[in-house]
């Protein structure tokens, strides 16, 4: 497996979601292009720990109400997760 810096993963991943959001126009060969490259490059970052989510804050189900809020105040960077 080669190396990837973490610059060009996070372009490859951005030129990702800017495919997904238009993978409904796409033909079916296409859609399996892009899953290929997916797990040729991108996959194996994930695997070996080298790409993780940002997590913001861990807030009990029972302030779903409150992380809401503060998704929707776009006053945050990362995750916000909810914990049983």
Do not use: C, F
């Not at 610059?7 to 060969?29: K, P, Q, Y």
């Amino acid at each position: 497996m080669s190396s990837i810096d973490y610059m060009t993963l996070v372009h490859l991943l951005l030129v990702i979601m800017h495919a997904a959001a238009g993978l409904r126009t796409r033909t079916l060969e296409n859609k399996a292009e892009i899953v290929s490259e997916v797990e040729k490059n991108v996959w194996p970052a994930i695997v070996a720990g080298k790409v993780k989510p940002v997590v913001y804050k861990y807030l009990p189900l029972s302030e779903a109400a409150e992380g809401h809020r503060l998704m929707e105040s776009s006053q945050h960077i990362g995750k916000i997760l909810l914990v049983a």
